[in-house]
């Protein structure tokens, strides 16, 4: 008998937690990792679960149960891990930072040569390329204007891919 294997689910959007209930319903182990987010609305505080990678769920089956899942209307592609016990131990720390109470956020996948724009600050709507990553929070930034350059350290936060 086949072992069951890691999928990755690449929902349609806002399909997530639709797509849980679904796999779950069909009797399929998923993993959705999922984050609280507190927002504030005329002095009411509510607090929203969201997945910490949106468009995507985890999810464990036979080779030959994949086409189950897309019978589902939420999947637009299912991904095949190649290397599981990489995936599994990777989801597995995920999985343990979320269960502790540090705070934790998707961190845009910001590398060396990422066009970016600035978010906040008082560089707001500026753009450039990532010039050099130093750490998890400093970037320089490469900002082109006449044909000059400037190198500017921005958080990692304040940044947005384009």
């Known amino acids: 008998m086949s072992e069951l294997a890691w999928f990755v689910a690449h929902t349609r959007p806002r399909c997530e937690k639709k797509l849980a209930r679904y796999c779950e319903r069909e009797g399929l182990p998923i993993t959705l990792p999922l984050y609280r987010s507190v927002k504030k609305y005329r002095g009411k505080k509510v607090i929203f679960e969201k997945p910490l ?6 999810l464990q089956c036979l080779p030959e149960q ?10 637009a592609n299912l991904l095949v891990v190649v ?20 705070e934790i956020y998707l961190a845009p996948y910001i590398t060396t040569g ?6 906040s ?7 450039g390329f990532v010039e050099q990553r130093a750490g998890q929070v400093m970037v320089l930034l490469r ?6 350059a400037a190198a500017v350290k921005i958080e990692a936060t304040e940044l947005e891919l384009i």
């Open 53 to 58: 990678f949106p468009n995507y769920l985890f």
């Open 66 to 75: 994949t086409r189950t899942v897309f019978q589902s209307d939420y999947v």
């Open 83 to 102: 290397d599981q016990k990489l995936f599994e131990q990777q989801l597995g720390d995920i999985l343990q930072a979320l269960e502790s109470d540090v």
């Open 114 to 119: 990422s066009r970016v724009k600035i978010k």
């Open 121 to 127: 600050g008082p560089l707001r709507g500026l753009e």
């Open 143 to 148: 900002l082109d204007f006449i044909s000059q």
